[in-house]
């Protein structure tokens, strides 16, 4: 699998990339799709708000926290079903920018076995959030 492509509009910030989380969980329009789990796939570029100090100082007090960050985008996940890969996307860049650390985050949500009638590895959504002035 390819790794995602970093936002071209984030290019010089420095970025924590988190590939390959994995959730169970119950979304989609189709009933079965609400009711059934199925593995999701989420992906995060956390693009940091400083100018490399938080590297420089090696304290996670003053730098984003990627634990933090994974498991609020399982929280999204794990919650209340939505029909939308949009949806949950909005969902996890909102939660993971209440990090005051970070300026924008990229995330891909990935349905690993989507219920179309071909042979599909995945289908996915991409969006880049940057944090409201």
Known sequence: MTAPAR????????????????????????????????????DLDLYLADDGAESRADDLAVTADYAAAIEVAAQVLEGPPR????????????AVLADPHLSAVTVWVRKLHPPVPRDLRSAAVRITRRRSR
């Not at 936002?7 to 009711?35: F, K, N, T």
């Not at 890969?85 to 909005?90: G, M, S």
């Open 83 to 94: 029909h939308l890969l949009e949806t949950l996307a909005e969902e996890v860049a909102a």
């Open 7 to 42: 936002d071209p509009g984030m290019a010089g910030a420095d970025c924590v990339e988190i590939r390959g989380l994995r959730v169970e969980a119950v979304h989609g329009v189709g009933e079965a799709e609400r009711r059934n789990p199925q593995p999701f796939e989420v």
